[in-house]
T-cell receptor, first 115, second 112 residues
Framework: KAGVTQTPRYLIKTRGQQVTLSCSPI?????VSWYQQTPGQGLQFLFE???????NKGNFPGRFSGRQFSNSRSEMNVSTLELGDSALYLC??????????????FGPGTRLTVL | DQQVKQNSPSLSVQEGRISILNCDYT??????FLWYKKYPAEGPTFLIS?????DKNEDGRFTVFLNKSAKHLSLHIVPSQPGDSAVYFC???????????FGKGTKLSVIP
């Protein structure tokens, strides 16, 4: 079974630009979560989608948005990039989410650098 | 407000000895806890979990202990191996929630 894939793996943008990151979950998984990892803050929850519905959202500004498609693939978008948005963005999929997170699988992440 | 805390950023242990990684939480609603391991340039991988109705869960060399009254959990690795060198994240959620709250991680170095 193929794992979680994220594209692109690396991205360099400048302040003020916007960026879209993509995540393809494991086949059959319907829950996709996004996390931001920075050295100072660790992994911080961005949002979680299940069957195209956002079920939970972390404490991030409205510049961070996401969506999920009918095939469970998910995208997240960051508009008006700031230097502080430089981070590793991780996507994770699981069958149902919630307490099935013991079967949550992470992708390798997208390394975003904002100059 | 950091609800899950890993107060030791790093830990060094000799190969063959026990590694103990600690995690504290403040939110009483959390009732499910997980540990993840992360190697550089890879996403975290699930290691072991524990429900709040238990105080211990064991899987091979890995054991997680939960002390609900102290809001504390720990991961024991016995014996430690060089391949265990990684960053370990503690995470928590409550039933009906779809949001995992992570600690900032502890970097474990197992010295041969």
């Amino acid at each position: 079974k193929a794992g979680v894939t994220q594209t692109p793996r690396y991205l360099i943008k400048t302040r003020g630009q916007q960026v879209t990151l993509s995540c393809s979950p494991i086949s059959g998984h319907r829950s996709v979560s996004w996390y931001q990892q920075t050295p100072g803050q660790g992994l911080q929850f961005l949002f979680e989608y299940f069957s195209e519905t956002q079920r939970n959202k972390g404490n991030f500004p409205g510049r961070f948005s996401g969506r999920q498609f009918s095939n469970s693939r998910s995208e997240m978008n960051v508009s008006t990039l700031e230097l502080g948005d430089s981070a590793l963005y991780l996507c994770a999929s699981s069958a149902q989410g919630g307490v099935s997170y013991n079967e949550q699988f992470f992708g390798p992440g997208t390394r975003l650098t904002v100059l | 407000d950091q609800q899950v805390k890993q107060n030791s950023p790093s830990l060094s242990v000799q190969e063959g000895r026990i590694s103990i990684l600690n995690c504290d939480y403040t939110n009483s609603m959390f009732d499910y806890f997980l540990w993840y391991k992360k190697y550089p340039a890879e996403g975290p991988t699930f290691l072991i979990s524990i429900s709040s109705i238990k105080d211990k869960n064991e899987d091979g060399r890995f054991t997680v202990f939960l002390n609900k009254s102290a809001k504390h959990l720990s991961l024991h690795i016995v014996p430690s191996q060089p391949g265990d060198s990684a960053v370990y994240f503690c995470a928590a959620l409550w039933a009906g929630s779809y949001q995992l709250t992570f600690g900032k991680g502890t970097k474990l170095s197992v010295i041969p």
